[in-house]
């Protein structure tokens, strides 16, 4: 049986079809009613859920001034309190913002068949009751048979099973100011991922990880020969695979006159090759020098564009590693950035990570995957002037990649840097704590679902606290998130001890 909480009044214009208020009954609701607790009451349209949004203490004794200022009195103190016992003129309210009506199978009162809309506000003089563990998890979208554990709804008795399916296919970001937890978060989601039974089914998950903060994961003996991590020092772009318009992409200012001639001398090499031999950027650079004909003025510009992509290092004559047999389903490639200094170096690396994962799916060549970017502002910037090469790729996946199974996950402590465009297709948002009001109001921008009350909740978020929104699950919900199972080894790490550390370390 349901445990009641109050009765439903009229307060404040209330109710209406978007809310309505009751009061508290203090003997069963008293210490139970909190914000974010979800009930329901019986309306003519059947069993209306809502959220418990706002709390008010009411007290008629303490509503005139002249009043308080006689309970004050130094004159006789103990008399006016001894004729008006304030406590019993106290009382308080709860309002609730209304989600949606239930309406349950005729053969099983206590499953229900599906969820409407409301079209008629509460009456007044119903009972208000919590509503039950089982019906709230069915309810909110809760799925604890396959789904991945990221904390417990808060105020609610419930583990947060988010649905797989749900969160990754539409592809979500997971944003929050820097120090607000993304790390922590992303950490046990990879753990639920890594961890799931093989027969429920599990992707390739492919990280970018930007400072090195998941390379841990190699070390847990649990996860061991699931965790692969590349440095990206050792990163090479198969030069025989890039035709003319490739390195365009890479060096914008190549003209269309220069890159004409730039396919001639690319065919050349494949032609003279026969596509056997693997040939390299310095060889390009090589075959332009030693043509005879072609006009000076673009063979110096070629060479110089070229030059300076062959100086950052990144092209050789086959692709390292092989990302064709660097995917499985149910392991993590980590590709490590934290040695990586120039923005465009990085730029060029995750942009052709992006290509060849998408590409690679689109052919049915790998598995379904998902792709994570830490600091995902830095390569798909909002900015329209910017020119970050990554880009278009990664908006390309956000707008495509559910048609492939290709899901996207965007990390960014500045969603307000980050493209819109692409954060508008992560169609479930895990938020942490924002503060800036720049960056709620570009999250308010890209999602009509983020209300300026959703906003408020968002920068007064602790640490360790969430608001998951989106395809994910059928209702907004705040969760604390769960601790992480493997630790990390700097996870407690002070600044303090960093230094003592530190200085043993170079005092040998």
Known sequence: MSLKLGIVFNFLQLPDVSKYPFVINKRTGGLLVKKGLFVYTKSIEGYLIGIIEKIVILNEYFSDALTIKAYNSETNPNILKGLFPSDDFEYAIAIVRNLGIVEFNDSNETEFSRIKRMMYPASPGKEVFLVEKEILEVFIGI?????LNVGKVKVSDIEAFIDM???LNKHFAILSISGGGKSYLTSVLIEELLTRENGYGTPAIIMVDVHGEYSYLKNIPALKSKVKVVDTSYFQI???SLGAYSFKKYQEQIS????RELAKYIKTLRKDNDFKKKYTLNEI????ENDSEGGKNTKQALIGWLSELDRLKLFGPQENPVINNFVKQGEISIFNLQNEISIRKKQIIVDYICTRLFYLRRMNEIPPFLLIIEESHQFCPEAAHSKAIS???IETIARE???FMACLCLISQRPKKLSTTALSQTNSKLILNIKNPYDLKHLMDSSEAITKEFANMISSLGVGEMLLMGNAVNYPIFVDIRERKFKSPTEHATLA???INWKKVHSI
Do not use: A, F, M, W
């Not at 269309?256 to 890159?259: A, F, S």
């Not at 650079?285 to 332009?288: A, F």
């Open 165 to 167: 399916d749900r969160l």
């Open 238 to 240: 198969s030069t025989p």
């Open 143 to 147: 799925n604890r048979k396959h789904g």
């Open 401 to 403: 990649g559910r048609k």
């Open 285 to 288: 650079i090589e075959e332009i």
């Open 391 to 393: 880009k278009y790729i």
């Open 497 to 499: 001890q960093e230094c």
């Open 256 to 259: 269309h006159v220069q890159l």
